[in-house]
């Protein structure tokens, strides 16, 4: 599975943006979609993943980001919100590959990851 990110970029805060993520394959629809994000000098860190039937979302940006897709399109997004400077980071889409022994939650749980899209919030 191939992922392209897009719709990053420099906001001030309080600002919004969407998030893309674009994928190849036929079974998208079957795909679980998460959003993690990796800030200078920290670890990659989950923020939201769509399941078939569910989304789930960090603490840190619940209420303000929305997880969604469009299967007909391929696409999963991540409407961001109200945005803070400590959101500022890359932020990455995958697919969970691995569902036995690993939370939704964990990167480990995903095996295709797109390119990265960089969100920058001024404060």
């Known amino acids: 599975v191939q992922l392209q990110a897009s719709g990053g970029g420099l906001v001030q805060a309080g600002g919004s943006l969407r998030l893309s993520c674009t994928a190849s394959g036929r079974t998208f629809s079957t795909y679980h979609m998460g959003w993690f994000r990796q800030a200078p000098g920290k670890e990659r860190e989950f923020v939201a993943v769509?399941?078939?039937?569910?989304?789930d979302y960090a603490d840190s940006v619940k209420g303000r980001f929305t997880i969604s897709r469009d299967n007909a399109k391929n696409t999963v997004y991540l409407q961001v919100n109200t945005l803070k400077p400590e959101d500022t980071a890359v932020y990455y889409c995958?697919?969970?590959?691995?569902?036995?022994?690993?939370?939704?939650?964990?990167?480990?749980?995903?095996?295709?990851w797109g390119q990265g899209t960089l969100v920058t919030v001024s404060s």
């Open positions: 769509i399941t078939l039937s569910s989304t």
């Open positions: 995958a697919v969970r590959t691995k569902f036995s022994g690993g939370s939704q939650k964990l990167a480990q749980s995903y095996g295709s």
